[in-house]
């Protein structure tokens, strides 16, 4: 059973930078898509950025510009690159892979941007 543990969030000012890491308890990401999701207060799951197995990335327009996901050297992380966070940006960060699979959503990492 693959598990996805998120880690990296915190409290950051407006403007600040946050870097998230994804870790897969077994190599996944040499056969998957992979995407990094949010959830905001109230607000259902958004797909924030995802990256193919090419290495293809794609962004909402919420977040063009200011994250970059990327895959590490190791078969087993994905990290999103966060700068010139803004408020709206606050909820909890899930990665995933692309589509979602059910039973691979995790607890997640909470992301707070508040002065």
């Known amino acids: 059973q693959v598990q996805l543990v998120e880690s990296g969030g915190g409290l950051v000012q407006p403007g600040g930078s946050l870097r998230l890491s994804c870790t897969a308890s077994?190599?996944?990401?040499?056969?998957?898509?992979m995407g990094w999701y949010r959830q905001a207060p109230g607000k259902q799951r958004e797909l924030v950025a995802r990256?193919?197995?090419?290495?293809?990335?794609n962004y909402a327009d919420s977040v063009k510009g200011r994250f970059t996901i990327s895959r590490g050297n190791a078969r087993n992380t994905v990290y999103l690159q966060m700068n010139s966070l803004k408020p709206e940006d606050t909820a909890v960060y899930y990665c995933?892979?692309?589509?979602?699979?059910?039973?691979?959503w995790g607890q997640g990492t909470q992301v707070t941007v508040s002065s």
């Open positions: 077994g190599s996944i990401y040499n056969i998957y898509n």
């Open positions: 995933n892979t692309y589509p979602s699979t059910p039973q691979y």
């Open positions: 990256i193919t197995l090419g290495g293809s990335t």
